[in-house]
């Protein structure tokens, strides 16, 4: 699988973590749900205002259904979110996920 997660920042420091939710077997099949979290801390002293995340993923196999959050930009196997402080302030130590829901192809 050719799944891949980047985080762009302005200056403060950003922790990702990607991981399944759904299915809890790892195991799919065509027509399947895969819901997967992207789970973002602020490990820096001071609120993070802007920042990027792109999430790349196999659009062969998955096909995109929704997020918990609506990307600002949406193609064939790429989710952009743009995150500000008037959408998603991230203080120091917090924690923003974003839940990511797919059918398998």
């Known amino acids: 699988d050719t799944w891949s997660t980047t985080v762009t920042m302005a200056s403060n420091q950003l922790q990702l973590e990607k991981f399944v939710l759904q299915p809890a077997n790892g ?4 027509g399947d749900a895969v819901t997967y979290a992207l789970r973002i801390k602020n490990t820096g002293v001071t609120t993070a205002t802007t ?4 999430d790349r993923y196999d659009s062969q196999q998955l096909k995109f259904i929704n997020s918990s959050i609506t990307p600002t930009l949406q193609s064939n196997g790429l989710l952009t979110w743009t995150l ?3 959408t998603a302030p991230l203080r120091s130590s917090e924690i923003l996920t974003i839940a990511v829901s797919f059918t398998a192809k």
């Open 84 to 86: 500000s402080v008037e």
């Open 27 to 30: 195991l799919v099949r065509s």
């Open 51 to 54: 920042f990027t995340l792109v």
